[in-house]
């Protein structure tokens, strides 16, 4: 009786460790798809602009890896859903990082010449808010 008992218990133990395992593998796959950064998209408001949040799903590691996918969003613009919602992006298709210098809490980009190119001082501004607000939100920059 006390074999059978042995057995019992220890196949309930290997099923509870299975599960476990299971679960835990789920658990990262869903965790790896979750959004983890914010880019900030631009929203017609009459004559002025408001700023929303959008989220995405970065494997940056570092604060340059992190710009440069930032960047590239921005550039990419909303997908269909926020564009229904009619949010859009003033950065420029084709707009690349080509340099990102950090200097204590002070980041320095140099970007390329598509981001000066197309629309007026409204334009302009939305872009350069688009960009700061979204470079800067993880504080470790300033």
Do not use: C, H, K, W
């Not at 133990?13 to 476990?20: E, V």
């Not at 998209?41 to 940056?60: D, K, N, Q």
């Amino acid at each position: 009786m006390g074999d059978v008992r042995t057995v019992v218990l220890r196949v309930a133990a290997l099923a509870i460790l299975l599960l476990l395992v299971l679960v835990s593998a789920i658990s990262l796959r869903t965790l790896r798809r979750l959004p983890n950064t914010v880019i900030y998209l631009v929203i017609e408001r009459g004559t002025s602009f408001g700023l929303v949040p959008a989220y995405r799903r970065s494997r940056a590691r570092n604060v340059e890896g992190f710009v440069r996918a930032a960047v590239a969003a921005l550039a990419a613009g909303p997908d269909e859903e926020e564009t229904a919602r009619g949010l859009a992006s003033e950065v420029p298709i084709g707009v690349e990082v080509r340099e990102v210098r950090i200097d204590g809490r002070r980041l320095f980009l140099d970007l390329s010449f598509e981001f000066e190119i197309g629309g007026g001082t409204a334009t302009m501004q939305g872009r350069l808010y688009q960009l700061l607000y979204t470079v800067t939100q993880s504080g470790s920059v300033g």
